[in-house]
């Protein structure tokens, strides 16, 4: 993938994490956001990348194989919201590199 194609990928992962924090259900917009930043990640960084482990690390639910009813819904301020908000310093970290090239 081309620096500027990372970039872009990854701001556009990046900010959809922050309009997932303003919605309190874990859906299917979340799995799929979820799955777009480990190909995009696992793309840039390859599959086996310490980038890719310690996005994993960022323990999401839904990594653990916890499958949740639709009308499960957590408050804005609880565990969900704070790490959809670390998954996304995470990919900005990730850009840093990308602009200094």
Known sequence: MEPHEAIMHLERLRDEAYVLRSKPRLGNDF???HGA???????????DSRERRDFEQISLL???GIDLPESFTIPQDDYYQKRLREAAEFLFLLISPFRTR
């Open 31 to 33: 799995r799929q956001w």
């Open 37 to 47: 930043v480990i190909e995009t990640v696992r793309e840039i960084s390859g599959q």
């Open 62 to 64: 839904q990594q653990h």
